[in-house]
T-cell receptor, first 114, second 112 residues
Framework: AQSVTQPDIHITVSEGASLELRCNYS??????LFWYVQSPGQGLQLLLK??????LVQGIKGFEAEFKRSQSSFNLRKPSVHWSDAAEYFC????????????FGSGTRLLVRP | DVKVTQSSRYLVKRTGEKVFLECVQD?????MFWYRQDPGLGLRLIYF???????EKGDIPEGYSVSREKKERFSLILESASTNQTSMYLC???????????FGPGTRLTVL
């Protein structure tokens, strides 16, 4: 069955520290992948996406993610976290075989210590 | 600036009431989606529509129906609301296959 796992429910980092949020997927077909961010009381905003090509993708707000097919992972990174990055982050996976449907992970809530 | 709007940010209804959640997008997108979001479960797809008057069930359609009479508008209907339908409901739209989904701000529905 297709699935997306975000193993960390909560992560706390200090402002200025680096960040890595994990995402693992199980998908039969070639996937395309997204990271979304949700600030409190808001809808989801796209941070970045991977369809093909360069496996390191750059997104907005200084985020990047690396697609590793051998590890079925698409981890999100940021070299220096800002207090405004505190939010919930969702990884999502789709494929050309699944029509328009995306499968979302359960989310990781990021807390930032001053 | 692209925009998906939802008719209410907060809604409180009673058990057994018929509830309508409205979503409008101004991007001329073909595809629209309704999700519910619950803590620890992420987003789960209720229904989606790939054209006017066309719809398909998502992963959790039970207790819900949808309507899409115009391209820009996609409605989610709870025929008889129950307390287990208390949740955050998110609408999204996208132009085509494998494209980014644009989300509305969500409607937090409480059923008493």
């Amino acid at each position: 069955a297709q699935s997306v796992t975000q193993p960390d429910i909560h992560i706390t980092v200090s402002e200025g520290a680096s960040l890595e949020l994990r995402c693992n997927y199980s998908y039969g077909a070639t996937p395309y992948l997204f990271w979304y961010v949700q600030s409190p009381g808001q809808g989801l905003q796209l941070l970045l996406k991977y369809f093909s090509g360069d496996t390191l993708v750059q997104g907005i707000k200084g985020f990047e993610a690396e697609f590793k097919r051998s590890q079925s992972s698409f981890n999100l990174r940021k070299p220096s976290v800002h207090w405004s990055d505190a939010a919930e982050y969702f990884c999502a996976v789709g494929s050309m075989d699944s029509s328009y449907k995306l499968i979302f992970g359960s989310g990781t809530r990021l807390l930032v210590r001053p | 600036d692209v925009k998906v709007t939802q008719s209410s940010r907060y809604l409180v209804k009673r058990t057994g009431e018929k509830v309508f959640l409205e979503c409008v997008q101004d991007m001329d997108h073909e595809n629209m989606f309704w999700y519910r979001q619950d803590p620890g479960l992420g987003l789960r797809l209720i229904y989606f529509s790939y054209d006017v008057k066309m719809k398909e069930k998502g992963d959790i359609p039970e207790g819900y129906s949808v309507s899409r009479e115009k391209k820009e508008r996609f409605s989610l209907i709870l025929e008889s609301a129950s307390t287990n339908q208390t949740s955050m409901y998110l609408c999204a739209s996208t132009y085509g296959l494998a494209e980014e989904q644009f989300f509305g701000p969500g409607t937090r529905l409480t059923v008493l």
